[in-house]
């Protein structure tokens, strides 16, 4: 089997995900990307976070002046989520790899796969960067409303493809195949992620699937804690970073990743295991309600300034 490489690819989604991924995909793998994201506002500030990242790239040598021109010219942005298909906007087929990092609400990200399965060539992978949603459900997605051959077809080439934040700094990649994902995607999806600089490890298509199905529960408790009066956020955080040389406390962690987020990652564990040991903390869901999302937002268990330095704790 020889190996069809990568050579363009689509990000769906310019917030905190979807931006390191293009960064790794365009400066790494060398690749062109066009990010997708319906809000103008994100797409500037996603362009603008994207020129910054490179001209600090070039300020501590680690790209030359050509180079960071080359990335530069390897980014475009396009408003929507570039599935519809045809018209000005959409995602074209001569592009081999598509990855959503759109939120993760599965009722969002199902639609979009259902677009995209019948909107794309069968060759053009369809990856998902999820943190818990089923791989299986999304290639199920890709591959409705069409023919029996052509909706295999289409469901072979999902693959979740689960970079970590902050994706410029993170060195793994978890590769993530859906009981219908073909072997050949698996490989193209491996070799994209070595082709970002990052290692890669495998899970099968369980909630959460290796790292959130260990960390979100931690971080869920850490909330629990929280709430019940124990100790503060920074007692908390100082527990992991000093007792257990954590780079960061639970807390700061869940701030990062953004409280919605982490939210619907636990909404997702709940109810794909019914298990109630994963019941969302009711204080995750009143920050949430509140629309202290984290750090992204400006508050979340501490205050950020614009800078995403932490001012003070709640
Ligand atoms: N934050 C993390 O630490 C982290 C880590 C790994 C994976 N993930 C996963 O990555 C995905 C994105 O997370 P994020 O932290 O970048 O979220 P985010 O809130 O920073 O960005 C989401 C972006 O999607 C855009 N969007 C909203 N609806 C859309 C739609 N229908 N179509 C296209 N774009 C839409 C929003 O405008 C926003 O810019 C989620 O699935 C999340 O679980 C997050």
């Known amino acids: 089997m020889t190996l ?60 030359t002046s050509e180079q960071a021109d080359e990335a530069l010219s390897r980014f475009s ?50 990856g998902s960067n999820t943190s818990s949603i089923s791989i299986t459900k999304l290639a199920a997605s890709a591959g409705s409303g069409m023919g029996k051959e052509e909706s295999q077809e289409s469901s072979q080439r999902v693959i979740g493809i689960h970079y970590f934040n902050p994706v410029p700094v993170m060195k793994l990649v978890e590769i993530i195949p859906a009981l219908q994902t073909s072997q050949q995607t698996i490989e193209r999806a491996k070799a994209f992620g070595k082709a970002c600089k990052k290692e890669v490890t495998t899970s099968t298509d369980s909630p959460g699937f290796i790292a959130n199905a260990i960390l979100m529960p931690m971080i869920n408790e850490a909330i629990m804690v929280l709430e019940r009066g124990i100790a503060s956020p920074q007692d908390i955080d100082k527990t992991f970073q000093l007792g257990m040389s954590h780079p960061m406390g639970p807390l700061k962690l869940a701030d990062l990743i953004g409280l919605d987020t982490c939210l619907n990652i636990q909404r997702v564990l709940h109810t794909e295991t019914g298990d109630s040991k994963y019941r969302p903390a009711t204080l995750l869901g009143r920050m949430v309600d509140a629309g202290w999302v984290g750090r992204k937002g400006g508050r979340g268990f501490y205050v950020y300034d614009e800078r995403g330095d932490v001012v003070e704790a709640k």
Do not use: C, W
């Open 4 to 63: 069809q490489s990568i050579r363009k690819a689509a990000i769906i989604g310019a917030g905190q995900m979807g931006l390191g991924i293009a960064y790794v995909s365009a400066v790494h793998a060398k690749i062109p990307i066009t990010i997708y994201d319906p809000s103008s506002s994100v797409l500037s500030s996603a362009t603008d976070k994207y020129k910054s990242l490179i001209s600090r790239d070039v300020s501590k040598s680690r790209l």
């Open 77 to 126: 942005t396009s408003q929507g989520d570039g599935s519809e298909g045809g018209g000005e906007g959409s995602i074209r087929d001569d592009v081999d790899l598509v990855i959503e990092a759109i939120p993760e609400i599965p009722a969002l990200k199902l639609g979009l796969f259902k677009r995209l399965g019948n909107a794309l060539t069968p060759s053009t992978i369809l």
